[in-house]
T-cell receptor, first 111, second 116 residues
Framework: QKEVEQNSGPLSVPEGAIASLNCTYS??????FFWYRQYSGKSPELIMS????GDKEDGRFTAQLNKASQYVSLLIRDSQPSDSATYLC???????????FGTGTRLQVTL | GAVVSQHPSRVICKSGTSVKIECRSL??????MFWYRQFPKKSLMLMAT?????????EQGVEKDKFLINHASLTLSTLTVTSAHPEDSSFYIC????????????FGNGTRLTVT
């Protein structure tokens, strides 16, 4: 089992819709969770961080964390073509002391 | 926010030569920096963890004699690709964490290396 799993996609949503990106992780001791966005040919940029169960909202983005289910998600409301990118889920395991990335989900927002 | 600067952004070199990539934390001190490699349409692969004042920790399968890492100060880590070959052509990205538990990784802009 991979440490951090994401569906590779592509996930295609129409402009204005809600995009839902999901991630599961295997280490129950994980404590910090991050979502990064990576455009083709560019380095990842941090979008959201979440540390406790529940929802965290920042503009059009909402991160959701459920530690019991070992599940973290990212919702993008009012999706725009400029949101088209690969979204990387990253989990920091205190035991391993390193940040582990999922393989990323490619999002396509269509006009 | 925390800023990580990486230089050069793009480099082309001949096979057999060495290339040095610099990674700087501009507004924070980073005792630990991380070097990643990414092939086209593939995921990030952690190569090594660079520790200030001590030897780097390499991931399994990464040749430490080929990818030399130096972290001489709290704001600078360098990656040297020695005797580069075409198969070393890739996108190399450094990152660093600000101090404080739970702080995220911040990435440099990456270096696209092409070995001819």
């Amino acid at each position: 089992q991979k440490e951090v799993e994401q569906n590779s996609g592509p996930l295609s949503v129409p402009e204005g819709a809600i995009a839902s990106l999901n991630c599961t992780y295997s280490d129950r001791g994980s404590q910090s969770f991050f979502w990064y966005r990576q455009y083709s040919g560019k380095s990842p940029e941090l979008i959201m961080s979440i540390y406790s169960n529940g929802d965290k909202e920042d503009g059009r983005f909402t991160a959701q964390l459920n530690k019991a289910s070992q599940y973290v998600s990212l919702l993008i409301r009012d999706s725009q073509p400029s949101d088209s990118a690969t979204y990387l889920c990253a989990v920091f395991s205190g035991t391993a002391s390193k940040l582990t990335f999922g393989t990323g989900t490619r999002l396509q927002v269509t006009l | 926010g925390a800023v990580v600067s990486q230089h050069p952004s793009r480099v082309i070199c001949k096979s057999g030569t060495s290339v040095k990539i610099e990674c700087r934390s501009l507004d924070f001190q980073a005792t630990t920096m991380f070097w990643y490699r990414q092939f086209p349409k593939k995921s990030l692969m952690l190569m090594a963890t660079s520790n200030e004042g001590s030897k780097a920790t390499y991931e399994q399968g990464v040749e430490k004699d080929k990818f030399l890492i130096n972290h001489a100060s709290l704001t600078l880590s360098t990656l040297t690709v020695t005797s580069a070959h075409p198969e070393d052509s890739s996108f190399y990205i450094c990152s660093a964490r600000d101090t404080g538990f739970n702080s995220p990784l911040h990435f440099g802009n990456g270096t696209r290396l092409t070995v001819t």
